[in-house]
């Protein structure tokens, strides 16, 4: 077994794209077979970009399995034989069934090597075919075309032509047939279907390279490294030396509170755009405040980074740089631009044209210290750093351009005495810089490349690039993309802290609030995050989402990889009184159908089991009510016959806690009746281990009534959290919270497909038929299964 640094060399000699070999080392089973491919063709070999494509489809077609022959294919695509997918899979087919004894020209021969079918052929076929389906085609029109392509396309004469060809040559002859589309041919929308797994694997082989918020828009147009303006050239030499030409970013959160949605959007744009490189990325802490910071975020900040499938290259901490940025601020003072000032906040605000009443726009002035000698401006400095002066007596300035029409000009406070000690400096220092002096520093420092900054940062990039240029170091590139921002819910750090400590929520990590704690709690898989932010791409404006939109993006993603089954939320018991005591059928049931590498489980069909209370209704009178009433029956899924209703049982408060039903295995034809729909059940069947009680459902709901909330509790809406205190899954839950193999496998074949930890709770997700999709809440003990719905099937639900 070759290594995943091996294997990307090899396919990279090959001529395969850095960003294909990244998602070709991903699938093993396929990268195994590439290589045993590549080694036998030689490496050397001349692939050109189509044969390239079409050997990875060889490749993806094996899987990992060694077929006899496997190489003749091969190198029929090598040799430009073999041209299209199709003939790769008619060749691959006739190796498979001849074995030892395939030859090449059998194999051409099978795969439609050297058959010329020409454009007036397939013309005289088409025509021909149309003919003899000329009265079908009138009455169903345009309806019809998409299937007569797929017929077309597999007449034998026509099997190896030109796939290209057919299109123009139908059109025109369908055209000729019925006219222009006319309102008879207006469908009405339909519903699109997912793809079957299987088939979005293809698509994926199929259409790369793939386009990414990466290669695309804000991102994509980004610079190259070593391209970005200096002041001072023979910087970026060093700079490049530096970074050995890697693209070099970072992300630099305050560690003043919990990351939220909007942060992950940071967090990808910076450690995607990285890995889409082949770069590193910095996790820096921007702890240059200690007075807001609290050990909690740190290690919380950082294991939201791990969650969403990031590695920071190293983690940093700006105070790491306190010493540097001391010396630098040495450096400015003595190129005469910065100076010590004892303004008061207000003087300040009146030097940079704030008037009486608040209002900008005034006279800007220079303050009475802004033309100190540099030599007092040095001592004065020295003197903050010692302790002379208490917070707010004297702060250093740079000396910047009041005539300048942007604010981020007017000379920016750099450093400040703050009577606090730092949690990683201690009481070594008794003035700290601000944002605006470290961030760009700092950058520097660290060699960044690219510094990815949210919009509202736009008016900074002049004083970012001026105070690297006063100090005389590599000024890296700052450049703007637009911040994500939710509706419908709070994001607010303070508005949070309310919450949390007013207990209206559970925490901060409570299901309903968007923190990337509570995102994950919920249920929501990283991976999921990934392909919704990858969705709305990047730009340079804010992008504002609503809830909604989130949600039916982490539904599209659960859809495609979790396995189903039945639970009952608030159940009823059923009994069927025609069947025995001991009756029992095991019926099966895909996990996902349409998804057989899911597998199936056996569900036990007998004389007891539970369905959803709303599930039947008593009203025989609603003709929209499909399900279970006195006069009507209703299908169990998978279960061969129809239940009917017979009589019911109630307690004391008159509330049904039984229905006594019939089995119709008993029709005059013998023949099941066609129910008008089919609910879930989950069997009452002790042997089995079934049913599994559920102690609490928790079923979440958006957490507060207003559409544009403000965070105000009264505001707070009493269904945000509603608990079913008697739901019951099938027993087949346990064989899915234990996490088998093809959960992770089928989830893998998402292109945003993040590992998790497998002994956390959270990632025990299924699709409960019909209801919802669910997860283990972190609450959740051996004996008291808790469940969060993370989220409905549909949109719109209440
Ligand atoms: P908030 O005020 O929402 O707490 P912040 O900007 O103070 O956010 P930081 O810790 O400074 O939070 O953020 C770290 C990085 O994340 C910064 O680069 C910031 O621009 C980015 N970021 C913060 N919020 C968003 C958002 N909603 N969308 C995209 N990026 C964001
Ligand atoms: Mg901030």
Redesign the pocket.
């Known amino acids: 077994m070759s290594s995943v640094e091996e294997l990307s060399q090899l396919f990279a000699d090959v001529g395969f794209e850095e960003a294909k070999v990244k998602e070709i080392v991903k699938n093993k089973k396929v990268a195994h077979s590439l290589e045993e491919l590549v080694r036998e063709a030689g490496a050397r070999a001349e692939w050109d970009k189509g044969k390239r494509a079409l050997l990875h489809t060889l490749a993806s077609s094996l899987k990992g399995a060694t077929v006899t022959g496997q190489n003749l294919v091969a190198e029929g695509i090598r040799s430009g034989e073999l041209k299209t997918s199709l003939q790769v899979d008619a060749a691959l087919k006739y190796v498979k069934r001849a074995g030892e004894g395939a030859t090449v020209a059998e194999m051409h021969a099978e795969s439609g090597v050297g058959v010329q079918v020409t454009e007036d052929q397939v013309q005289a076929r088409v025509v021909q075919y149309l003919e003899e389906n000329r009265a079908k085609i009138e009455s169903e029109r345009y309806k019809l075309v998409p299937g007569i392509f797929a017929q077309i396309k597999a007449l034998p004469e026509l099997k190896w032509a030109d796939p290209r060809l057919f299109k123009p040559i139908i059109d025109r002859e369908v055209l000729k047939i019925l006219g222009p589309k006319d309102e008879r041919d207006v469908v009405k929308k339909e519903k699109k279907k997912e793809p079957k797994t299987n088939d979005k694997k293809k698509a994926a082989v199929e259409e790369a390279p793939k386009r990414t918020m990466f290669s695309e828009g804000f991102l994509g147009d980004l610079h190259k490294v070593g391209e970005n303006p200096q002041a001072y050239p023979e910087l970026m030499v060093e700079h490049l030396k530096a970074t050995g030409g890697k693209v070099h970013t970072r992300?630099?959160?305050?560690?003043?509170?919990y990351?939220?949605?909007?942060?992950?959007?940071?967090?990808m744009?910076?450690f995607g755009y990285a890995k889409h490189h082949g770069g590193v990325c910095y996790l820096r802490f921007?702890d240059t405040n200690p007075e807001a910071e609290a050990p909690e975020y740190f290690e919380s900040?950082e294991r939201m980074v791990a969650w969403l499938g990031f590695s920071p290259w190293k983690i940093t901490y700006s105070s790491d740089y306190f010493d540097q940025l001391y010396e630098l601020a040495e450096v400015l003072i003595k190129n005469g631009k910065g100076y010590i000032c004892h303004c008061t906040a207000e003087e300040i605000r009146r030097g940079r044209g704030i008037k009486e009443d608040g209002t900008p726009g005034g006279e800007r002035l220079p303050c009475a210290h802004r033309e100190r000698p540099i030599e007092e401006n040095l001592a004065e400095f020295r003197n903050m750093r010692d302790g002379k002066y208490a917070p707010g007596e004297a702060i250093l300035r740079m000396k910047q351009d009041l005539s300048s029409p942007s604010p981020q000009m007017w000379d920016l406070v750099a450093y400040r005495v703050l009577n606090a000690p730092h949690p990683r400096t201690g009481s070594k220092w008794r003035i700290y810089p601000t944002y605006d002096f470290t961030h760009c520093l700092v950058d520097s420092l660290e060699n960044i490349t690219h510094s990815?900054?949210?919009a509202?940062?736009y008016l900074s990039r002049e004083s970012y690039e001026w105070l690297c240029d006063q100090v005389h170091v590599f000024r890296p590139a700052q450049r703007e993309?637009?911040?994500?921002?939710?509706t419908g819910t709070v994001?607010?750090?303070r508005k949070i802290a309310k919450l949390v400590h007013e207990k209206y929520v559970r925490g901060w990590d409570d299901p309903r609030l968007f923190t990337l704690e509570a995102i994950r709690r919920r249920g929501v898989p990283p991976g999921a995050i990934l392909s919704f932010i990858n969705t709305l791409g990047v730009t340079t404006s804010?992008?504002n989402i609503q809830v909604v939109r989130f949600e039916s993006a982490i539904r599209k993603y659960l859809e495609d990889t979790t396995a189903r089954l039945m639970f009952v939320l608030d159940p009823i018991e059923v009994i069927v009184d025609n069947l025995p005591e001991d009756y029992e059928e095991l019926v099966s049931i895909p996990y996902r159908p349409g998804t057989p590498e899911f597998g199936e489980r056996t569900v036990p069909f007998s004389k007891r089991f539970y369905i959803e209370r709303s599930d039947f209704s008593e009203d025989t009178s609603d003709k929209e009510f499909f399900r279970l009433t006195p006069a009507q029956s209703v299908g169990l899924i998978k279960v061969p016959y129809t239940i009917a209703f017979k009589s019911l049982e109630r307690d004391a408060n008159g509330k049904i806690t039984r229905i006594h039903a019939h089995y119709e295995n008993d029709t005059p034809d013998g023949k099941p009746r066609k129910p008008k729909t089919y609910i879930q059940w989950v069997p009452i069947a002790p042997r089995h281990g079934s049913p599994i009680p559920v102690a609490e459902t928790r079923v979440y709901n958006q957490l507060f009534t207003s559409e544009n909330p403000s965070g105000d509790p009264a505001d707070i809406n009493p269904y945000s959290e509603v608990i079913y205190p008697s739901a019951v899954v099938e027993h087949n839950f346990r064989h899915v919270v234990s996490n088998s193999p093809w959960v992770v496998e089928s989830a893998k074949q998402s292109e945003f497909y993040v590992p998790e930890e497998h002994d956390r709770k959270e990632v025990c997700r299924f699709q409960a038929m019909r209801v919802g999709y669910f997860t283990l809440d972190k609450d959740s003990t051996h004996d008291r299964i808790i469940l969060n719905r993370i989220v409905s099937l549909k949109d719109g639900s209440k």
């Open positions: 992300f630099p959160p305050e560690p003043n509170g990351l939220h949605i909007g942060h992950s959007k940071a967090i744009v910076n921007d900040i990815l900054c949210t509202e940062f993309y637009g911040r994500l921002n939710i994001l607010s750090k804010t992008t």
